[in-house]
């Protein structure tokens, strides 16, 4: 569905994405992972259009992407950090965005504004919304027009618990839907039940992209925590991050069978 | 049968129109346009009323709009790109096209801008002076508005942030309106020897606002105060090459700079 070929990008001397390379196909479920600034959003935003990639070819359903935005009407985006317009009403940013998109009332999937209750606030004005409603809005917004695309970047950073669940369990309902999902997260325990493929980059380059069945057997480890913990610790990759990573993994799981100072 | 260019197909021109409206609603909302329509109203209510000859009153007012209008709508429509900047990053994550994207903000600011003068000044000058002094004052007005929008949205599609942004395009106006006049007097003065007539013919045409106020000037009887040069003008503007030479200069400042946005926004990362 989506094929990316040798994309690079650099900002000013920084290197956002080295020779990424890869292929997503529908009744995916492929997790962006890596430390902050490893290129996850910019991967994501190359993909969208709105960055441009210096080189390199990106496909959409095997068309480039170059100019003609239509295929974005495919693409549902969750940006990490929703920015809207300030004096909207949270109503009226929904009704603009149908109004926009020309799509009918009964086509749109209003199932997160339900269940987020998002209805009850929709003659509030976006401004003085919370950073965790704003989050809510942008989930919404990005489930509404039932894409075959969903690219969510960080979609449970911000959210409460109860939200955070509701959102994954709509997740997992498009799943299985046979959707293409790209997220991005640093919760790996949120990922662990939703992903099947995973991609790991740092500082711009792709270290690997391996389904996470291949993961488990390889590593032995069946929490996508320990399993990249096990791959990193072999490698050298970035050892303070799995480290970090890991902390966050022992105080869920409330057990430390291995650590990798051991 | 002729081939209907790509871009005025009309289910594109309907979305660019949608989202214009969304960009005038936001706009009327914030009052500013409301505020600037009221004072381009009184100052021309009140010039009219308080001289006695209107082209007495139309000079005073062409002063005040050759300032104000390039002024007002360079920071305006500067202040409104970086507001909506969120709306811009919305639009972008949906089918649509950055060009149309562009365009329907063009829109919607430069027809809030146009009202704004066509209501503060156009009511005031049919009302007192509905002549073809009147008419060419409106005619340049509703021109440096265009031009000026269009500059200034090269000037923030260029700038990264706002403060950079309002800066440079308070930089092109100063050089447009005072900056530009004074280099002009240091070339006239300093090559006073030589025939600059013609030089200072192309010089006007690149300074908008220097050629709206000639324009305007040599349909007034001001005109004959400027001697051999103001004569030459006369002979020039007054004809009707001159007059298709002022609107295609105008129309090139207006196109060339919001062309240039849209290659510098085609290309930006957001």
């Not at chain 1, 020309?102 to 209003?110: I, L, T």
């Not at chain 1, 979609?155 to 409460?160: E, K, V």
């Not at chain 2, 006073?192 to 600059?196: A, F, H, V």
């Given at each position: 569905m989506i094929r990316i070929e040798h994309i690079n990008k650099k900002f000013k001397k920084l290197v956002a994405l080295d020779d990424i390379n890869a292929q997503f196909d529908k009744g995916q479920v492929i997790s962006l992972i890596g430390p902050n600034g490893s290129g996850k959003t910019t991967l994501i935003k190359s993909i969208l259009g709105m960055v441009k990639a210096d080189s390199g070819k990106i496909f959409f359903n095997d068309e480039l992407i170059n100019g003609d935005p239509s295929y974005r009407s495919q693409i549902g985006y969750m940006p990490q950090i929703g920015r809207y317009?300030?004096?909207?009403?949270v109503g009226q940013l929904f009704k603009m965005l149908k109004n926009i998109r020309?799509?009918?009332?009964?086509?749109?999937?209003?199932e997160l504004i339900e269940k987020f209750g998002l209805k009850q606030i929709?003659?509030?004005?976006?401004?003085?919304?919370s950073g965790g409603t704003r989050q809510k809005v942008s989930a919404a917004l990005a489930f509404l027009f039932n894409p075959d695309v969903l690219i969510l970047d960080e979609?449970?950073?911000?959210?409460?618990p109860l939200s955070s669940e509701i959102l994954k369990e709509k997740i997992l309902k498009e799943k299985s839907k046979n959707k293409l999902i790209l997220i991005t997260s640093h919760i790996l325990s949120d990922l662990d039940e939703l992903t099947t493929h995973i991609m790991y980059l740092q500082e711009g380059k792709q270290e690997f992209f391996k389904e996470i069945d291949q993961l488990r057997e390889e590593t032995g480890e069946l929490k996508l925590g320990k399993a990249i913990a096990r791959i990193m610790k072999g490698e050298k990759f970035n050892s303070e991050w799995i480290d970090g990573m890991f902390v966050v993994g022992k105080i869920k799981d409330e057990k430390n069978s291995s650590l990798p100072s051991e | 049968m002729k081939r209907i260019p790509r871009f005025l197909q009309n289910d594109k021109i309907k979305i660019m129109l949608k989202l214009s409206k969304y960009v005038l609603y936001d706009i009327v909302r914030s009052k500013v346009i409301l505020a600037y329509t009221a004072f381009l109203f009184l100052v021309s209510f009140s010039l009219f009323n308080m001289e006695e000859n209107s082209s007495k009153a139309i000079l005073s007012l062409l002063n005040i709009i050759l300032i104000v209008v390039p002024l007002i709508s360079m920071i305006f429509t500067t202040i409104h790109y970086y507001n909506s900047y969120e709306f811009i990053e919305l639009m972008l994550s949906q089918p649509m096209s950055r060009r149309k994207i562009l365009l329907s903000e063009y829109g919607g600011v430069a027809l809030s801008l146009l009202s704004s003068f066509l209501i503060g000044v156009g009511i005031p000058v049919l009302l007192y002076s509905p002549d073809s002094v009147g008419f060419s004052l409106l005619f340049t007005g509703i021109c440096l508005t265009l031009v000026f929008t269009s500059l200034a949205f090269l000037t923030s599609v260029k700038a990264r942030d706002k403060a950079r942004g309002i800066g440079f395009a308070l930089l092109l106006w100063f050089y447009f309106a005072l900056i530009y006049d004074g280099l002009i007097l240091l070339i006239l003065f300093n090559f006073?020897?030589?025939?600059?007539e013609k030089a200072t013919l192309v010089l006007s045409a690149l300074n908008p606002i220097d050629l709206g106020r000639i324009s305007i000037m040599l349909k007034m009887d001001v005109s004959a105060l400027m001697g051999y040069t103001g004569a030459l003008y006369k002979d020039f503007f007054g004809s009707g090459s001159g007059i298709l030479f002022t609107v295609g200069i105008m129309l090139l400042w207006i196109i060339v700079p919001l062309w240039w946005a849209l290659r510098v926004f085609k290309k930006k990362d957001l």
């Open positions: 317009p300030d004096n909207m009403k020309n799509v009918s009332e009964n086509k749109v999937d209003e929709f003659d509030k004005s976006m401004r003085t919304l979609p449970t950073a911000g959210l409460d | 006073s020897d030589y025939p600059l």
